[in-house]
């Protein structure tokens, strides 16, 4: 699958736009994409932990002599699975309801014994959306449902072994779903023990605060909530301060961390990189299709939190109550708001009018969040660690719950470009046309629909390039599924199961097989590697350049792996400015 020929060289379910513009939300749902079964295939220079043999018993092992780890809470017990240790639900931080909603983490209450922890623990309260109710898209997906509860600071940890000298590298996924909805298990794509086994990694997913739990800004009602629109942020740097403490004791290296998430959750990325509470707690850093995420100013979002209060009945005298109200009571009102305020969705997922939406969001408070990242240069503050940032080719516009997208007429493409850039249709068709000479109408359409979260990825990459301390690398994920006939293309999320080397088990997102599986090997050797040196490149890639603004070198992960120099550029300008 790759090649080392260095030639140069379209929305996610409606159900799931539907959600993403009702909420306001700066990104859609992210971490969205399937768990995937075992795949095959080695990395060259990195160490497997090997299977047990078919006469060493069954495959799966629990019990009280298996898999007990002294945390600093106390002892957990976890399970073994063909060579790699699974442990699920094990809690960073105390239960966040009653009293301690709105408020930043504490740490975890402590326990005498062992813990089970064997299986995922509660996630954060939430609206789901639409997305289950399409049948296209739940077989895509395969979502996986949980117990909702506040007391949700959970994490996972999948290792190949517990020796505490290993000093394995730790790989630390942040869900996406905007700042709204999804958790560290949803997806079975983020099921981490094929990436373990892999790679001789330590694979980390968590749940941490959504919506308004996590972004309610009360700061005007009193210092007790100083950080309230900022606590889901803070609930990531506890679980960052919990790997940094506790990874050891499951072989990893607290000196080798690397954050990476996709959507929603790269926008966590970017926003943990302007974080002072975040320094050194990561060492490296990945952004998939994540951005363009938003972050609110303290006037946004002092206004949603009046509009959301005005709308429960409650002024400054009474904020109070917002501790013992039921969550689905704040959930109804903050809904009315946002459906209320936001701009109505009108075909597709504009990020440039998501912009203006009003939602629950990291707030640039000048203390947890100094500044906007990466609005107009990298944060000096995490000059140091290097990046990849990428996207997927068809981003939110594709053929996923519409049989019929691929009967889009010339005519219905310049109505459509027509009614998103007004005034540049026929330039922007033509420029976009020279570049996918062969692209069916809607395929031009998605790509089109898609250049202004390109554009954002490519100024991100630019920005940390500008810094000149550590590089960033550039992709551009364009393998097209086989499955529902292909419609789907390289959808937002697609990259994921790529990345976790869970094509086939993701098979329904895959399509599974040979090719998908060498090439999720190809991809998924990348992130171990950068993990391990913070570069991606390993023997089995084509030399995947640091990225520079003349260049503007990306790396194509599709059919053929390739590196492409100033792809983007021209076809992009016709947009205007994004």
Request: hydrophobic share 40%; proline share 6%; glycine share 10%.
């Amino acid at each position: 699958m790759a090649t080392k020929d260095k030639k140069d060289t379209a929305a996610v379910g409606q159900g799931i736009a539907r959600r993403a513009v009702l909420k306001g939300s700066a990104l859609l749902a992210g971490g969205l994409a399937t768990a995937c079964a075992t795949g095959s295939g080695t990395t060259a220079d990195v160490a497997q932990a090997p299977p047990p043999k078919e006469d060493e018993g069954p495959a799966v092992r629990a019990g009280k002599d298996t898999a007990i780890v002294n945390t600093q809470s106390g002892k957990v017990a976890g399970f073994a699975r063909d060579g790699i240790f699974g442990f699920k639900g094990m809690p960073y931080g105390a239960p966040t309801g009653g009293e301690n909603r709105f408020l930043p983490p504490k740490p975890p209450v402590g326990w005498t014994g062992v813990r089970s922890s064997r299986q995922y623990g509660p996630v954060c309260p939430q609206d789901k959306g639409m997305g289950r109710f399409n049948d296209e898209e739940a077989f895509i997906f395969q979502w996986n449902d949980s117990v909702e509860s506040e007391d949700c600071l959970r994490l996972n940890v999948w290792t190949p072994g517990l020796e505490k000298t290993a000093k394995r590298p730790v790989m630390v996924w942040l869900h996406g779903g905007a700042f709204a909805a999804g958790s560290g298990h949803d997806l079975p794509a983020f099921d981490g023990e094929n990436l373990s086994r892999r790679g001789d990694v330590i694979v980390v997913t968590l749940n941490h605060r959504l919506n308004l739990l996590g972004y309610l800004d009360l700061s005007a009602h009193g210092d007790k909530y100083a950080e309230s629109g900022n606590v889901g942020m803070l609930d990531i740097v506890a679980a960052l301060q919990w790997v940094r403490d506790n990874i050891e004791s499951f072989g990893g290296d607290p000196g080798r961390v690397m954050i990476f998430g996709q959507s929603g959750g790269g926008a966590k990325v970017s926003t943990l990189m302007g974080m002072p509470a975040a320094k050194g707690l990561f060492h490296n850093a990945a952004v998939m299709s994540g951005a363009f995420g938003m972050v609110n100013t303290t006037e946004n979002s002092r206004r949603l939190t009046h509009l959301f209060l005005k709308e429960l009945g409650l002024d400054a005298s009474s904020v109070q109550q917002l501790h013992t109200l039921p969550y689905n009571t704040l959930q109804r009102a903050s809904d009315a708001v946002l459906q209320r305020e936001n701009a109505p969705f009108d075909g597709f997922v504009d990020i440039r009018k998501i912009r203006n939406n009003l939602s629950f969001a990291p707030v640039v408070d000048g203390k947890v969040l100094p500044a906007w990242p990466f609005k107009e240069s990298a944060p000096a503050i995490s000059a140091d660690v290097p990046m990849i940032i990428g996207t997927t080719q068809n981003e939110f516009v594709t053929g996923i719950n519409n049989p019929d997208a691929m009967a889009m007429t010339e005519d219905e493409l310049s109505a459509s470009v027509a009614r998103a850039f007004p005034g540049r249709a026929q330039a922007i068709i033509a420029a976009f046309q020279k570049a996918a000479p062969q692209a069916k109408p809607f395929e031009l359409w998605s790509r089109i629909a898609t250049g202004p979260i390109r554009a954002a990825a490519i100024r991100q990459a630019k920005g940390k390039a500008d810094g000149k301390r550590a590089p960033a690398y550039l992709y551009e994920f364009t393998w097209q599924t086989p499955i529902l006939d292909g419609r789907p293309m390289a959808f937002h999320c697609a990259d994921i199961p790529f990345a976790f080397f869970n094509t086939d088990r993701c098979d329904t997102m895959s399509g599974g097989g040979a090719e998908a599986r060498a090439l999720s090997a190809t991809i998924a050797d990348a992130f171990i590697h950068f993990a391990r040196t913070g570069d991606p490149n390993h023997d089995g890639l084509v030399d995947w350049p640091v990225y520079e603004s003349e260049t503007s070198p990306t790396i194509m992960f599709g059919e053929d792996v390739k590196v492409s120099l100033n792809s983007d550029g021209v076809a992009l300008s016709t947009l205007g400015d994004l």
